[in-house]
């Protein structure tokens, strides 16, 4: 998490939020690159969206357990 001006902590949902902003923004302003600036506001939209659903997932990553014939583990 990174911290705005405040000092309070941003979320990545919100830091993409504030992204998608700034393209629209500018894509309303720079009339010749408008559909760049719009491809990547909706982009950033989708990642505030996934940044969203994952912030409420508990992930735990456990690798799997060495098989028999797996010399690797030995070193």
Known sequence: ???DIAGIAMTMRDEY???AAEFFAR???DTSHRG???SLAKS???LAMQADR???LDVVYEP???TLGDKS???
Request: net charge positive.
């Open 1 to 3: 998490m990174s911290k």
């Open 17 to 19: 939020l504030t992204k």
């Open 27 to 29: 894509a309303r302003c």
């Open 36 to 38: 760049e600036f719009e």
């Open 44 to 46: 950033y939209l989708r």
């Open 54 to 56: 994952n912030s409420h």
């Open 64 to 66: 799997p357990p060495p």
């Open 73 to 75: 583990e030995l070193k």
